[in-house]
C-alpha cells in the first residue's frame, strides 16, 4: 500500500501489498542542477565533518592527557578545539539544509511537482532547480499540514547551528546537549518517522501523531478513528486474504492497527520469500515484470525505475533488504523518536546541573544505534552493490578505459569505500552506549571514548555528506554521456557508453555543461574553508577517497 506522492496527499489503497520506491525519489533525483547542488554540497560538507575529526582529536587528547581542570588556560584551548568542531558540524547541517535537504522551503508555495513533470527528465532537468527532500516529503502531505510545519522548523534551526553549537562548546561541554536540545530533536523525530512511513504507508506518522494529539479534543478524536477505519477498510476490502471477512467484523482502531500488523506480518514474510513478493507486486501493478534481456536491451528497466525480474539474484536481494528494513523501520523509528522525547532532554538537564548519568548516557546514544541497523539494510548494503566496479575493473587495469570510464569507475570506487565506513561508523554508534556505561580511571580509555563518540556522532552525518556528493557526480556522469551520445535521458545510458565514447567528445560536452556552473570568485577561493577543503581533498584521497569535482568541473571552493 502506497501514498501516490502526486496525488494530493491522498492514500491510495489498490492492494496490501507493500511499497517499492517513490517515484520522486527516481525523477526529482535528478538532472543537472541536482548533480550540481549535491555534488557540490555533499563533498564540501563531508570536508567539514573530516576537519571537525581532526579538531575533536586534539579536544580529546588534551581532556584524556592534560586537563585536570586547574588550569583555565588548558581548559580554554580544549573548549577552542570543541567549538572548532561543532563549528563545522553545525555549517555541515546548515548548508545541507539549504542547499539539498529543504531548499523546497523557499519555492513551496509555487506549487506541488505535477505528474508530468515527474516523467519527463528533459523538462525537469530545465524546469526544477533542485529536487529536495522538502519538496518530496510535503508533496505527500496535505497543505499546513503538521509534518510541513516540522520540516519548516527544523530548515530554519539549522540556520542557527554554526553560531550556538560552538558557543555551547566555549562555554563547556554540559552546555552542548542543551544547544542539541533546542536545534536538533525536530530533525532527529522527522528523519526517524521516516522509518515509519517507509515500514506502514507514506501517512503513517502523520496519522498516529493527529491520533495522539486528538486525545484532548473529543470530536477531533472521533473523526481521526472514523478515518482510520476507512482506511483500513480499503486496505483489507481490496485483499485476497481469505479471512478478510472476519477481519472486517472489526472497527475503528481495532481494525487500524489489524491493518499495521498484516503489515509487518507480510514484511517478515517478503523477507524469507522475496521472490515471492516480487511476483505478488508485479501482480498487484506495482512494479512491471521484466528480465535479463529486456535489461541489456533497455538499461532504464530497473528495480529503482519499478522494473522487478522476480528470477534476478540481485532483485530479489533489493527486496528482502527492504522488507527487512521496512519490518524493523516502525519499532525502531518509535523507539528512536520516544529515546528523542524523552532521554535528549534529560540528559541536556542533568549535564547542565553537572551530574553524571551513566544510564542515561547510554540510553540517549542508543537511538543512533537503532538507526544505524535500520540503515545498514535500506542504504548501506543496497550502496555496496550499487558501487561494484566488476566490469570496469579489466579495462583500468590494461589502460583500456576512456576518460568517461576512468571517471566512473573512480566514483563507483569513492562510493564504495563510503559505504564501508558507513558501516564501520554504524558499528561505533551500536556499541557506544556500551563505552558511556563502563567505567575505567585510564586515561587512554578516556582519550579512547571520547574519540570514538565523536567518530560516531560526525561521521554518522559525513556518510551522508559523501553518499550525495557520489550520488550528484554519477548522475552528472550520465547526463554528460547521455547527452554526448544524443540519449533520451540517463535511464537510457548502459554502461558501455563510457567506454564507446571517444575522450575528445567527451571533454566537448564537459566544457557545454561548464556554462551551469555558478561562478567562483578569486575573494571566495581565498577563503579560510575553501583552502581547507583542498587540503582536506588531498588527505582523503591518499587514503583512497578518490575526489573527481575537478574532473567534473564542479569546483569545491565556497
Known sequence: MKTNPVNNGQIAVINPALPIEKPQRSFTHSGDKWAIANARTGERTSNYIWLSAVSDLFKNYIDAFINDGSSIFVTGFR??????????VGKRDQEMYDEVYSTGVDKYSEGRLTEDLLQDQNSLRAEIPVADDFEEDVTRFKDNGVIKKLWLWAAQTSKLKPFVYPLAAALGGRFINLGMLALDSTAMALWRGRFI??????????????????????????????ELDTLARKYFSNSDLENKGEILKKSGLRLYFSMLKHMQTQHLKDA????????????????????????GEDPSKSFGQGFADPKSDQDKK???????????????????????????PLKAIVDLAGIQSRWIDAVSASRKGLSMVYYFFKIMLPELMQSKTDNLNELIKNGTATKATKMLYEVRKTRSTNAWMMIVNGFANIVEPYFHLKQSDSRAFKFVKGCLVDFANSFLLNG???????????????STVSEALGKNGVLDVREEDFQNINDK???EALQRKAGLQPDTSENTEATILAKANKVVNGFKSSLGFETTLSNLKLDTGT
Open 79 to 88: 573548549n577552542m578545539f570543541g567549538a572548532v568542531a561543532d563549528f563545522l
Open 505 to 507: 567528445t567527451f571533454e
Open 197 to 226: 512511513d517507509s515500514g506502514l504507508y507514506t501517512n503513517a506518522t502523520k496519522d498516529l501523531l493527529e491520533l495522539g494529539t486528538s486525545i484532548f479534543n473529543s470530536e477531533a478524536r472521533k473523526n481521526k478513528i472514523s
Open 318 to 344: 533489493y527486496q528482502r533488504f527492504s522488507s527487512i528494513a521496512d519490518f524493523i523501520g516502525p519499532s525502531f523509528g518509535a523507539l528512536g523518536i520516544a529515546i528523542t522525547g524523552v532521554f535528549t
Open 464 to 478: 551522508f555528506s559523501a553518499r550525495r556528493a557520489c550520488l550528484g557526480k554519477m548522475q552528472y556522469l550520465y
Open 272 to 295: 524469507r520469500e522475496p521472490e515471492g513478493a516480487l511476483k505478488r507486486k508485479i501482480d498487484a501493478k506495482y512494479l512491471k515484470e521484466t528480465n535479463e534481456k529486456e535489461r
